[in-house]
């Protein structure tokens, strides 16, 4: 990898996180409870109760992808990185830029 293409990595890396953060603020708000004291009627509650169940799942896999964002962020400047984290192979640069929070290549995220 080159040196250019390492700073416009980490640049997405940072737009990225900066996008996460924002989404978590958020759904945090999305999925405070409810107050019983909110009339809003019984089908309505039902289906707030269910939106919140879909903000909570949107909420923990922002918190995971930020994790991940910060762990490659910091390992920006290690020569392995851009490595995958499975079989050692070069992950492509354009899977780089669409999610920089990749750490394996194609071909194992594909194996899972």
Known sequence: ?????????????EEKIAETKH???QLIELTKPIPPENAIGRISRMDAINNRSVN???????????????RNLSRIDDHEFGNCTRCGAEIQHGRLLIMPESSWCIK?????
């Open 23 to 25: 989404d978590i603020e």
């Open 108 to 112: 194992c995220a594909r194996r899972g």
């Open 1 to 13: 990898m080159t040196e250019a293409q390492r700073k416009e990595i980490q640049a997405k890396i």
């Open 56 to 70: 909570e799942a949107a909420l923990r896999t922002s918190k995971s992808k930020l994790s991940k964002l910060e």
